[in-house]
T-cell receptor, first 110, second 112 residues
Framework: DADVTQTPRNRITKTGKRIMLECSQT?????MYWYRQDPGLGLRLIYY???????NKGEISDGYSVSRQAQAKFSLSLESAIPNQTALYFC?????????FGQGTRLTVV | LAKTTQPISMDSYEGQEVNITCSHN???????ITWYQQFPSQGPRFIIQ???TKVTNEVASLFIPADRKSSTLSLPRVSLSDTAVYYC?????????????FGRGTSLIVHP
């Protein structure tokens, strides 16, 4: 089983719909991150959390929200999806010098 | 946060050694240099990390000159499966508030 699991792996949704992307980890790490990747671009930080009671905005948080339900779970929500939120989304964890990434969620907003 | 600059793309052939250089002129004293590899539609994967001189593991080598203003990731005898995007990150990795920050990376294509 993967250390960092993202669900769903693929999702197509309509403009205006609310959607949640989920991330769970078995590594016991406190620090969790959500990134977005667009074709040909690097990963851009959406939100991050250093522990259960800590939530911080990244460089592109507008239109997104997160919830840290437990140490192991960090969910990303799009309250009202729009087409330019079509992208590949990654969750990551870190404790120490190395970050561990999930397999990604490919989201298409039509 | 130290800014990094690396080539957008590189091409190589199977069996060759590939060197990808990253510039980080304003690296801080306690910053480490970390490289990640990303295959299409997968999350980045840690390859190697170093502070100074040379680090080698089973995947790659990392060369860091004395002034630490650049670093070179060396992949020996690449194969088709090394086709990926390679990211250079610089930061205080041991710090609690460290956030892995990714640029556009270097897209390496290995040809038969």
């Amino acid at each position: 089983d993967a250390d960092v699991t993202q669900t769903p792996r693929n999702r197509i949704t309509k403009t205006g719909k609310r959607i949640m992307l989920e991330c769970s980890q078995t590594k016991g790490h406190d620090r969790m991150y959500w990134y977005r990747q667009d074709p040909g671009l690097g990963l851009r930080l959406i939100y991050y959390s250093f522990d259960v009671k800590d939530i911080n905005k990244g460089e592109i948080s507008d239109g997104y929200s997160v919830s840290r339900q437990a140490q192991a779970k960090f969910s990303l929500s799009l309250e009202s999806a729009i087409p330019n939120q079509t992208a590949l989304y990654f969750c990551a964890t870190r404790q120490g010098t190395e970050a561990f990434f999930g397999q990604g969620t490919r989201l298409t907003v039509v | 946060l130290a800014k990094t600059t690396q080539p957008i793309s590189m091409d190589s052939y199977e069996g060759q050694e590939v060197n990808i250089t990253c510039s980080h002129n304003n690296i801080a004293t306690n910053d480490y240099i970390t490289w990640y590899q990303q295959f299409p539609s997968q999350g980045p994967r840690f390859i190697i990390q170093g502070y100074k001189t040379k680090v080698t593991n089973e995947v790659a080598s990392l060369f860091i000159p004395a002034d630490r203003k650049s670093s070179t990731l060396s992949l020996p005898r690449v194969s088709l499966s090394d086709t990926a995007v390679y990211y250079c990150l610089v930061g205080l990795v041991s710090g609690g508030s460290y956030i892995p920050t990714f640029g556009r990376g270097t897209s390496l294509i290995v040809h038969p």
